[in-house]
T-cell receptor
Framework: NAGVTQTPKFRVLKTGQSMTLLCAQD?????MYWYRQDPGMGLRLIHY???????AKGEVPDGYNVSRLKKQNFLLGLESAAPSQTSVYFC??????????????FGPGTRLTVT | KNEVEQSPQNLTAQEGEFITINCSYS?????LHWLQQHPGGGIVSLFM???GKKKHGRLIATINIQEKHSSLHITASHPRDSAVYIC????????????FGKGTKLSVKP
């Protein structure tokens, strides 16, 4: 199993450009998440999904959109990139145990620079 | 005030030392997680616990629900333990999303 994979690993964008980050998991997990990690701050939740066709906003959703058309994929879109979106982006997935999601499995991260 | 606080922020140890990293939280939780982030950036889950103590190899995690506190211990530390250790809690009132601490950067010198 590949676990959680992210594409691309690195990207440089100019202000105003758009891009999509792809997250894929092969563990049949229900829950998927997008986080950003910035120096001196903890991981912050951008958007998440509790199942195919559903998405919800996290702590820092502004400037991002997401889609979960297939259970195994979770896409993060930046429609008009800004320098404030320079960050490392992590995708994660988890499964149910009882009524709550269990431990999360993380992808390797995408380092995005917006100039 | 951050909902999840870790101490210390940075820790340098000599190989073989016993290491303790602390985590305090201020919200109601259903579980607490310890994660490890290596210099290459990858994040792996070490423990998920809601009570008591768990052990995996040289790593031990404990939680005191009444005091809202958890500790991660590393026995006989080794340079390969050098990483950022992150505490996170599953918010009992939400969809089960994680709230993260800022991490403790551990460096173990040979």
């Amino acid at each position: 199993n590949a676990g959680v994979t992210q594409t691309p690993k690195f990207r440089v964008l100019k202000t105003g450009q758009s891009m999509t980050l792809l997250c894929a998991q092969d563990m049949n997990h229900e829950y998927m998440y997008w986080y950003r990690q910035d120096p001196g701050m903890g991981l912050r939740l951008i958007h998440y999904s509790v199942g195919e066709g559903t998405t919800a906003k996290g702590e820092v959703p502004d400037g991002y959109n997401v889609s979960r058309l297939k259970k195994q994929n979770f896409l993060l879109g930046l429609e008009s990139a800004a320098p404030s979106q320079t960050s490392v982006y992590f995708c994660a997935s988890s499964y149910y145990k009882g009524a709550m999601p269990y431990e999360q499995y993380f992808g390797p991260g995408t380092r995005l620079t917006v100039t | 005030k951050n909902e999840v606080e870790q101490s210390p922020q940075n820790l340098t140890a000599q190989e073989g030392e016993f290491i303790t990293i602390n985590c305090s939280y201020s919200v109601g939780i259903s579980a607490l997680h310890w994660l490890q982030q290596h210099p290459g950036g990858g994040i792996v889950s070490l423990f998920m616990l809601s009570s008591g103590k768990k052990k995996h190899g040289r790593l031990i995690a404990t939680i005191n629900i009444q005091e809202k506190h958890s500790s991660l211990h590393i026995t006989a530390s080794h340079p390969r333990d050098s990483a950022v250790y992150i505490c996170a809690v599953t918010d009992g009132g939400s969809q089960g999303n994680l709230i993260f601490g800022k991490g403790t950067k551990l460096s173990v010198k040979p």
